[in-house]
């Protein structure tokens, strides 16, 4: 990935780590990672000074670019944008700023497990993971078509060609009470765990340790299984675009997860 | 739940939500959530005032009770402990507490993906999850009995009985070089959404969309699958323990999305 460009260090979002370098900064590889992952936490500090507990919730969201809204492009720089159940409090801090930033301070963690790594020892167990950590300031969007563009883009992540799908467009009543928070990003790193266990020198030339301690990776990944129709529905089969996706994420995923164990 | 006892309501957790009532503050839930997943997000204040950013890292960990070490009673108050690469930051601060409270405050997010809600409008969409927010104050396990004891737990949430199948005791140097966060939990909550999309009057009425459009759940859960041996492992069968673990946490987890899907 030497080659895509990439977020400048912070000491915030330095990945030391003994061993092996585990950290990536380049566009690519952070903005791949939050946009497979179904769902992340989001974490911000509490307007309330004697509350001394960072808030967080889980959201949905994407990593895209409204300047360049056809485009593809993870190795570039890209916002941010966010939706879920936004609490009053995310909302009142998001929505313009605490006078001193320009949006509210929102840490961003999505994680991706890969596998178990089964080691001799304890000490050595780990698991497999792809696991980015941004930061950035986050305000309410606003424009009109920036949020419907936005909308349309989660709902794609979530089924891909979902939103053509469903009856559109949405109403004004919706578009008043959804809320799309875009963040834009001023530090982010990744940090990748893959392969088999590192054990101590020590315990690989313990014969009888070998004998009796399997090792290896139990590869995980989030798996989507069979569509399960609602009673209310009316459609007769599963139709392609909820079957291709389901065939394509599990494949992608399986297939990272035991690429991962294999590296 | 009723009947199990639960954390007292704090504004912070207090899960907030228009239409179904999500919140559970009982131990069982919350408890349940946390021991079931296999990685979790920890976000803390930095130590740093001119950074406006929460810290946020990917951690494991279980919820138990050291002074029952045998019991695996969920319903009722628990500790929480933290394992994973743990930062400079984290366990300086965590170490002895800040001089006003007695250790690091923790904010803790561990989140079941359960299924994908397809609504016959993008405003409808959502997910089935089970998703668990704890706030407590974090301390370094100092005593040997207790972080041996932790160290067995959070192995074995790993994979179940993992711990007796690998060389132990761990040596002075792996204990030293390991390092177990205990949380004193203060509040908590967890949010559960189970069940079909739930479309509007108006959409409902229309034949036209409703013969077109599919609504359901595509059920989703993290699957763990074959395990694949590393190159230096000498133990010709994948053991019991492994094999087992795996065919209970894929049934589990399967099962518990599609229930959800049929709630």
Do not use: C
Not at 130 to 141: M, N
Not at 195 to 215: F, Q, S
């Amino acid at each position: 990935m030497a080659d895509s460009e990439a977020y400048a260090k912070h000491p915030r979002s330095t990945v030391n780590r003994y061993g092996k370098p585990r950290g990536r900064y380049d566009y690519q590889t952070i903005h791949s990672v939050v946009n497979t992952v179904p769902v992340f936490h989001v974490s911000f500090p509490t307007p309330d000074e004697d509350d001394p507990f960072p808030a967080m919730i889980p959201m949905l969201g994407f990593m895209g670019d409204f300047s360049a809204p056809g485009s593809d492009d993870l190795a570039r720089p890209l916002d941010l944008y966010l939706h879920g159940y936004i609490s009053s409090r995310l909302m009142k801090l998001g929505g313009t700023g605490d006078g001193v930033h320009e949006g509210l301070p929102l840490t961003i963690a999505a994680t991706h497990l890969d596998g178990l790594v089964l080691a001799l020892t304890p000490n050595h167990h780990s698991y497999n993971y792809r696991s980015a950590i941004l930061h950035g300031f986050g305000t309410a969007v606003t424009d009109a078509d920036e949020k419907m563009w936005a909308l349309e883009k989660i709902t794609n992540a979530v089924v891909t060609d979902r939103w053509q799908n469903t009856r559109l467009p949405p109403t004004k009543a919706e578009m008043i009470s959804t809320q799309v928070i875009k963040v834009s990003v001023v530090s982010a790193s990744a940090k990748i765990r893959a392969g088999m266990p590192g054990d101590d020198r020590n315990d690989m030339k313990n014969d009888e340790l070998r004998a009796k301690t399997w090792i290896g990776v139990v590869p995980t990944w989030t798996q989507y299984g069979q569509p399960i129709a609602s009673p209310e529905n009316r459609v007769k089969e599963v139709p392609a675009h909820v079957r291709d996706f389901v065939k394509a994420v599990n494949e992608r995923e399986e297939g990272t997860a035991k690429d991962a164990a294999l590296q």
